[in-house]
C-alpha cells in the first residue's frame, strides 16, 4: 500500500543532500582533515536529518492522526497508541 504525503518529496530532497553531505565527511576523514572540522560537519549531517524526521513527524502527526481522528476514521484510543509509538522517535 503506497503511503505518500505532500512533504515526502522535501523530505527525499533533505536527505539526499545529507546523504551527499555525508559522502563529503567520508573523503574529509580519508584526506585527514582536522578533527573540528569533521566534528563540524558531521554536526551539519546530523542536523539535516533531524530537521528531516521532525518535519516527517510533525506531518503524520498532522495528517494521519489528527486528520484521521477528525474525520472519524480512528478512535482517541487508536490515535493516542499510534502517538505514544511515535513518541519514541521524537
Given at each position: 500500500m503506497e503511503h505518500t504525503h505532500a512533504s515526502h518529496p522535501d523530505i527525499v530532497k533533505r536527505l539526499k543532500r545529507a546523504h551527499g553531505h555525508l559522502a563529503g565527511v567520508i573523503a574529509m576523514i580519508e584526506e585527514g582533515r582536522a578533527c573540528v572540522d569533521l566534528a563540524q560537519q558531521l554536526h551539519a549531517v546530523?542536523?539535516?536529518?533531524?530537521?528531516?524526521?521532525?518535519?516527517?513527524?510533525?506531518?503524520?502527526?498532522?495528517?494521519?492522526?489528527?486528520?484521521?481522528?477528525?474525520e472519524g476514521g480512528k478512535s482517541a484510543k487508536a490515535a493516542l497508541a499510534e502517538f505514544k509509538a511515535l513518541a519514541k522517535y521524537l
Open positions: 546530523e542536523s539535516a536529518i533531524a530537521n528531516a524526521k521532525r518535519v516527517l513527524i510533525e506531518d503524520h502527526m498532522e495528517h494521519c492522526i489528527g486528520d484521521g481522528v477528525g
